[in-house]
């Protein structure tokens, strides 16, 4: 009984992570990819500060991860993570961002990212 208290909090949890528009879209562009926080700043028109702490509830939830890479943090998909078939299932239902992030690359705007 226990066990499905802790799946039921894990579930609510990513949730109300998810509940928020600005995670949402954030989960949505890295669904097929990575991105990091200079791309999620151009494309939500946010400070880099707000897109970091969006991404911190996110990492501390264990739904993204990250890898640095010299000075730049790229952040994926946890697919490991207990609720991602949950997460998967959300992003299905949304509309694709990657139309998002083909304007970046045609601005040339993901490129600054490359090392």
């Known amino acids: 009984m226990e066990k499905t208290m802790i799946e ?12 928020d528009k600005t995670r949402l879209t954030i989960m949505g562009l890295i669904k ?3 991105c990091c926080v200079c791309e999620f700043v151009e494309v939500l028109q946010m400070s880099q500060p707000s897109i970091s702490q969006h991404l911190r509830k996110l990492r501390d939830a264990g739904l993204v991860k990250e890898q640095r890479r010299g000075q ?33 690359e045609k601005a040339g705007l993901r490129i600054q990212c490359d090392l």
Do not use: C, M, V
């Not at 039921?8 to 992570?17: D, F, R």
């Not at 994926?76 to 304007?103: C, F, G, M, V, W």
């Open 8 to 19: 039921l909090e894990n579930a609510a949890q990513t949730l109300k992570l998810l509940g």
């Open 32 to 34: 097929d990819g990575e």
């Open 72 to 104: 730049w943090i790229f952040y994926s998909l946890n697919t490991s993570h207990a609720t991602y078939p949950i997460i998967q299932q959300i992003l299905e239902q949304i509309p694709d961002q990657k139309e998002k992030l083909r304007a970046l």
